[in-house]
């Protein structure tokens, strides 16, 4: 919902090649830790298809370019979705298709709700009120899948 998403499309059926690329900063005299690569997964959806489950193309990939191929039809649409491995953590990359009449068009990103912004946030420091406020250290259920109405962030 919060990841960056498109979707792909074909004039005709076949196989279809997916390129995830990365930049690399070091031409720019970006050196360190601000140089390396993050761990970025590419997901698969067939829209409208009944019991279609998620398939991972690129999963996790730490290279400058990474690349898949799977048989896509005319006449369907696909979701491609880019994730890296936790909430808030982003980088830069792109995406290319190339098969008989690829086409990709991006989606809108969703707004997060404040409670998901804040999870998002990268050492933010925050944690849900109601666990803070707990006496018991048994597991709190706000901890996973809590709504913002809750004063918790939605994970």
Request: aromatic content about 6%.
């Amino acid at each position: 919902k919060f990841n960056p998403q498109c979707v792909l499309t074909v004039a005709r059926s076949g196989s279809v090649l997916l390129s995830l690329y990365q930049a690399d900063p070091r031409p720019l005299g970006v050196q360190g830790p601000d140089a390396a690569l993050l761990p970025v997964s590419l997901f698969l959806l067939e829209e409208g298809a009944l019991f279609a489950g998620r398939q991972t193309l690129i999963e996790g990939s730490q290279r400058r370019v990474s690349c898949a191929t799977f048989e896509a039809r005319r006449g369907c649409r696909y979701r491609l979705i880019a994730s890296t491995w936790a909430p808030g953590i982003e980088g830069g990359f792109w995406v290319t298709a190339s098969g008989r009449g690829a086409s990709l068009s991006p989606l809108p990103l969703a707004a997060p709700s404040d409670g998901q912004a804040l999870a998002m946030t990268p050492n933010s420091g925050e944690a849900c009120p109601r666990l803070l406020a707990s006496p018991h250290p048994r597991p709190h259920p706000h901890q996973v899948g809590a709504t913002a109405e809750d004063g918790c962030a939605v994970m």
